[in-house]
């Protein structure tokens, strides 16, 4: 690529050395994802986009969501066909980061609007999505703008570093519920997000942090690993008989919710204290029928979690270097971008914490 490259700056247009390559894409507003040859990306000269070789891009939940074709996610239809994948680290390949290692914002502000005009980007309304709304990273190449790219620190292994979108999820989520220092903390879903939430409480000194998970053995054994053993399956007991062991029977301080299972809420607010807080951060496939009433009656509160400010990025990369060995157990399955139908397999039947798939040269 290096000298493709240097001859490219003084072309029209920068391009990968092959015209094609494969792409996990969304090419039908129904059910299912295709593994296709498609052109790759192009970058006009006077475009303020860089051109990303992919290392490593997780399968999110998200993905899940647009593979199965749930409502929540019938928003990107007129952006189809588009290839997806947001949770990625790549080598810059143009621009003035060419070279280096870079992660991407997959969220792209619109550069118009009343908040960007004055540099307040975090307000904008107008956002297209990498990997949704925009081509994103189960591909070798991907176009994304420089403004996005953030480099990592040369310590971060590939396969940590395309932990840092989902770790800055978790960062927003423990930010929107505030001080959870020596309160009891329950994570409800043991993925990714729940995870990282899991080991940010710790960190931030929660007394107690207990993990719930339907069925979810890879998960499990995942946060096993991460140094956590209060764990409950509500595949074989309900939410609150099998949390008692742990806490007593005493209440929640804060509860988080990440499942994207909607009744999981209405069980984590009969576990909490007067007063408590529950985060909900999971993207629903369907709208939750909810008592207000006892929830009025106990003053508790209920905060929505969504999208951390940009400036969140490199904190998450320094965090990932300092909890290096925690986090390490959460990837548990690395596979060729070949074989993206059975990574998602594995991702769909909770056969695995998270799969990440590597473009290999092939694919190019």
């Known amino acids: 690529m290096g000298r493709h490259h240097q001859e490219g700056r003084h072309q029209h247009r920068l391009t990968p050395e092959s015209s094609t390559m494969q792409a996990l894409r969304k090419t039908r507003p129904e059910a299912g994802l295709e593994l296709v040859d498609i052109p790759a990306p192009v970058l006009e000269a006077d475009s303020s986009d860089v051109l990303v070789k992919v290392r490593a891009t997780g399968i999110c939940g998200s993905d899940l969501h647009v593979d199965d074709w749930t409502p929540s996610y019938a928003f990107i239809t007129q952006s189809i066909p588009v290839t997806i994948g947001h949770e990625f680290v790549g080598v810059a390949q143009t621009g003035p980061l060419a070279g280096r290692r870079v992660v991407v914002r997959p969220s792209v502000t619109c550069g118009v609007c009343t908040a960007c005009a004055t540099g307040d980007y975090d307000g904008c309304e107008k956002r297209r999505g990498i990997g949704m709304t925009r081509d994103g990273a189960f591909a070798p190449w991907v ?47 043991p993925g990714t997000i729940g995870q990282g939430i899991a080991a940010l409480a710790r960190r931030a000194g929660a007394t107690q942090v207990v993990v719930s998970g339907f069925d979810d053995a890879a998960r499990f054994d995942a946060l096993r690993r991460m140094g956590f053993d209060a764990l409950v399956d509500v595949a074989t007991q309900p939410l609150a008989e099998g949390a008692r062991p742990h806490t007593g029977g005493e209440p929640f301080d804060v509860i988080f919710e990440a499942t994207g299972v909607p009744e999981t809420i209405t069980e984590g607010l009969a576990l909490l204290r007067r007063n408590g807080i529950v985060v909900v951060t999971g993207i629903h496939a369907r709208p939750l029928l909810l008592d207000l009433t006892p929830m009025v009656r106990n003053q508790q509160q209920m905060r929505g979690s969504f999208r951390p400010p940009e400036s969140d990025w490199p904190l998450a990369l320094e965090l990932m270097g300092e909890m290096d060995a925690v986090m390490r157990p959460m990837i548990s399955h690395v596979l060729p971008l070949s074989q993206a139908r059975e990574g998602f397999a594995l991702a769909h039947a909770k056969a695995a914490s998270k799969v990440l798939l590597k473009p290999q040269a092939r694919d190019e």
């Open 143 to 189: 176009r994304v703008p420089l403004r996005n790219c953030v480099p990592v620190p040369e310590s971060l292994s590939d396969e940590l570093a395309a932990l840092t979108e989902p770790l800055t999820i978790s960062m927003q989520a423990l930010r929107i519920a505030g001080d959870v220092a020596g309160k009891r903390v329950l994570v409800m879903g």
